[in-house]
């Protein structure tokens, strides 16, 4: 086998989370000896460290890791990077897409780099508002550009299954710096992002 995907787990993180999530079954009224949940706290206990990995990755080691000299001063949009979050709040998923520019100023990164430092922020307990920023601090950081653009559309589950149980609002975040607190730019941006490729 050339290729081979491994997942590590923390032990001691791990056993935690399944004792604490057998109680939680027990709590909401079913029996973690049923059958079907026999593993669930434990499957549980993996697709929360998953979902969290945000909080052992480094955005700034990313993006140095393929950062490149370049003279290229033209907007470079990366749109409709996928978002799978979970809400602060009530621990609910919100997912979406990221629209992310940046005006490079001597330096830019590998494409690839934009998306997984959405994931680094999104992998983690979050607000919309705050993530919006999060990722173009880290561009804005690491980067120097002249500008960065970060625009996200997400749909909260909190919002649908629960509470106000509204099944279609979507809610919109952006972050502007640079270049893009310029009208004429941040029109290009928001032209490009939401302009169909055919
Ligand atoms: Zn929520």
Redesign the pocket.
């Known amino acids: 086998m050339a290729y081979k995907k491994t997942e590590h787990y923390d032990e001691k993180t791990t056993a935690g989370l399944i004792e604490n999530y057998r109680e939680v079954l027990n709590l909401v009224g079913e029996d973690p000896q049923r059958e079907g949940l026999l593993k669930t706290p434990e499957r549980l206990a993996k697709a929360m460290q998953y979902l969290t990995q945000g909080y052992q990755l480094d955005a700034a080691m990313i993006i140095n890791s393929a950062k490149f000299h370049e003279e290229v001063s033209e907007m470079i949009v990366v749109k409709d990077i996928e978002i799978y979050s979970m809400?602060e709040?009530?621990m609910?998923p919100?997912i979406g897409k990221a629209h992310v520019a940046y005006i490079p100023n001597g330096w830019i990164t590998g494409l690839s780099k934009i998306a997984r430092v959405v994931d680094v922020y999104a992998r983690r307990l979050q607000v919309q508002e705050r993530l919006t920023i999060q990722i173009k601090d880290a561009i804005k950081d690491t980067l120097n550009p002249l500008g960065v653009a970060v625009v996200i559309e997400a749909k909260?589950l909190?919002?649908m299954m629960r509470g106000v149980q509204k099944q279609n609002s979507v809610t919109t975040t952006s972050a502007f710096d640079g270049e893009f607190l310029k009208n004429a730019t941040r029109s290009e941006f928001l032209k490009l992002i939401t302009a169909k490729l055919d």
Do not use: N, Q, V
């Open positions: 809400c709040h009530h609910l919100f909260h909190c919002m």
